[in-house]
């Protein structure tokens, strides 16, 4: 079926009760001039709109227009209603696409179809055997009221520019849903946009066999799905974000998700999840609570099964902020075959932090160029665990309890911080390992390496005239040295304090290394053990202290094969004091 209007073409075919255009070969409209139809189409084989040098030419709706078709189908531009086209074949737009309004003619549609969502609301709905291709961007936002899904399933590859599916007023609107599936690859230039300034965000999915690709973004945040806030109006919850490439890999280098939550309004900010076959690579993840209202940031996982995971060039974020005391900090959890590299991950929530877990399989994990942070203003903060089959690089990790909130002192026990390196070094000198508490307990910091490790300072220390119990500090190298270039130290004023344990096949080489109950306070100091198998023990950089004001001191107890060179050595309490015992099997003692 070929029409040809070479000034126009202009179809109303709305009242008929069939399909009223069936082509058992190609269905083509073709005109130099103003194309609009509005009719369900159906072919045999291709639907093509065209000008008449044989080219995509655009066209426009009215109120509702279908295409069912076994071939390609092949435009240019498209501006109307809300639209559908299935197709054994391809499907490109050669420009963008404007969805306007709903399809009255499916406003009773039953829930769960294809034409509710056409009925109800300024969808996109394009299904294709191969590949989908949209040149230019797409748009089914709305400015005053729900915007509308963008629904993309090829069974080949799926490339197109920005989605745009915004609510973007003060009447109560939801941003649309965004979903891509392909059985090729996804590549998006210039970002997928899913957010509302009221009410609910739009989850964005884009699933993949082969890779995803995020490409060309003009701005640096290239996938939002956030409560924007920004009219005053209340905000609901930010939509969930997942990037699943079954086979391929995650290419978004220099882009960033945004799944936060607003500035007004209670809701919760949305999950993040990546998930790869090959490499992941992404500069930011925003899973973060502005508002400071009630609600929380939402977690994120990344996943690579075979690659390796690059988030260093910018900040993973799932911070709850301030001002509400119900909020929670969100879960990290990144885990990777290969190495994983990221810059600061944050995690603060009033009532609680987030964990921040970090596992690499079969590689390396370096962290060095950001801080890893969780902590809670008035509750608990996070558990930070990474562990990797070789080298561990760090700069500062803190799992903290604040001091005040509210201006009242505050209750809350620090998390533990565990590194563990199966088969390689551990160097956290870029920075200092903290798991200070307040009125609660700190802490422990456990590092075990079979090769050397290399710090800066480790606190697991209490505020100062605070209650509660620090936490215990332990080193173990199973084939290396230990080298402590900061002070160890787990201080209290009210309460017990920890024991501080390092243990090396060789040298160990520290210097302060305090567990102490001073500053008048009631408590016991921790002890202090360290143990060198095969190597020599040199403390002379600092002095070992285990003090109390007015309880017991701990023990000391250095043990090594070969030398052993300290400076002062102190113990002592108002209640007794520990045994210092210094002892080498093969060396001399200095």
């Known amino acids: 079926l070929y029409i040809q209007g070479n000034n126009g073409i202009d179809i109303l075919a709305l009242n008929h009760p069939d399909t009223p255009f069936v082509s058992g070969g190609n269905l083509s409209l073709v005109s130099d001039g103003k194309i609009s139809r509005d009719a369900h189409f159906t072919s045999g084989g291709n639907i093509s709109i065209l000008n008449l040098s044989g080219e995509p030419t655009n066209f426009i709706s009215l109120y509702d227009p279908i295409d069912l078709l076994d071939g390609d189908f092949v435009s240019g531009e498209y501006e109307g209603p809300a639209y559908k086209v299935e197709a054994g074949g391809s499907i490109t737009f050669n420009g963008d696409v404007v969805i306007n309004s709903p399809d009255a003619n499916f406003a009773n549609a039953a829930p769960g179809t294809d034409e509710f969502l056409l009925g109800n609301f300024r969808a996109l709905i394009l299904r294709a055997g191969e590949d989908i291709t949209i040149t230019g961007e797409t748009f089914t936002s709305n400015d005053a009221g729900n915007a509308g899904p963008i629904i993309l399933e090829a069974g080949g590859n799926i490339s197109t520019g920005a989605l745009f599916s915004r609510s973007r007023s003060a009447t109560p609107g939801n941003g649309g849903d965004i979903t891509l599936n392909a059985g090729g690859s996804i590549t998006v230039s210039n970002g997928l946009y899913a957010w509302t300034q009221t009410n609910n965000s739009g989850d964005i999915t884009l699933r993949a066999i082969d890779d995803i690709s995020i490409t060309d973004c003009s701005d640096s945040v290239c996938l939002e799905s956030f409560g924007e806030g920004s009219l005053g109006t209340f905000v609901g919850a930010s939509g969930n974000v997942s990037l699943i490439s079954e086979q391929g890999a995650i290419n978004a280098n220099g882009a960033t998700i945004n799944a936060s939550s607003g500035s007004i309004g209670g809701g919760n900010a949305g999950n993040i999840t990546l998930f790869a076959k090959n490499n992941i690579t992404f500069n930011n993840l925003w899973a973060r609570r502005e508002s400071e209202d009630a609600g929380s940031a ?285 002892t080498t099997s093969a060396g001399v003692i200095n």
């Open 298 to 582: 939402g977690n994120i996982t990344i996943t690579s099964q075979a690659g390796s995971i690059d988030i260093s060039g910018g900040k993973i974020d799932t911070d709850a902020g301030t001002g509400s005391p119900n909020a929670n900090g969100g879960d990290v959890t990144i885990t990777a075959f290969g190495d994983i590299t990221t810059g600061s991950i944050e995690s603060r929530g009033e009532l609680s932090g987030g964990d921040i877990t970090l596992t690499s399989t079969g590689g390396g994990i370096d962290t060095s160029v950001g801080t890893l942070f969780t902590s809670s203003d008035n509750g608990d903060s996070g558990l930070i665990t990474l562990e990797a089959e070789n080298d561990i690089i760090t700069a500062t990790i803190e799992s903290s309890v604040g001091q005040t909130f509210m201006g009242n002192p505050v209750n809350g026990n620090s998390g533990n911080i565990t590194i563990t390196s199966n088969t390689g070094n551990i160097d956290t000198s870029a920075g200092l390992l903290d798991s200070r508490s307040n009125n609660g307990n700190a802490g422990s910091i456990t590092l075990t390496a079979q090769k050397d490790i290399t710090t800066e300072a480790i606190l697991t220390l209490l505020y100062q005239d605070a209650t509660g119990n620090s936490g215990d500090i332990s080193l173990t190298s199973t084939e290396g040295s230990i080298t402590t270039l900061g002070g160890l130290d787990t201080g209290i004023t009210f309460g017990n304090g920890g024991s501080i344990t390092l243990n090396a096949k060789n040298d160990i080489t520290t210097v302060d290394v305090f567990t102490r109950a001073p500053n008048n306070g009631l408590g016991d100091s921790g002890d202090i053990f360290l143990t060198s198998f095969a190597g020599t023990i040199d403390t002379s950089g600092g002095t070992i202290s285990t003090l109390s004001d007015n309880g017991t001191g701990g023990a000391i107890a250095l043990d090594a094969a070969g030398d052993i060179i300290t400076a002062n050595v102190l113990t002592n309490g108002a209640e007794g004091s520990g045994n210092i015992t210094i």
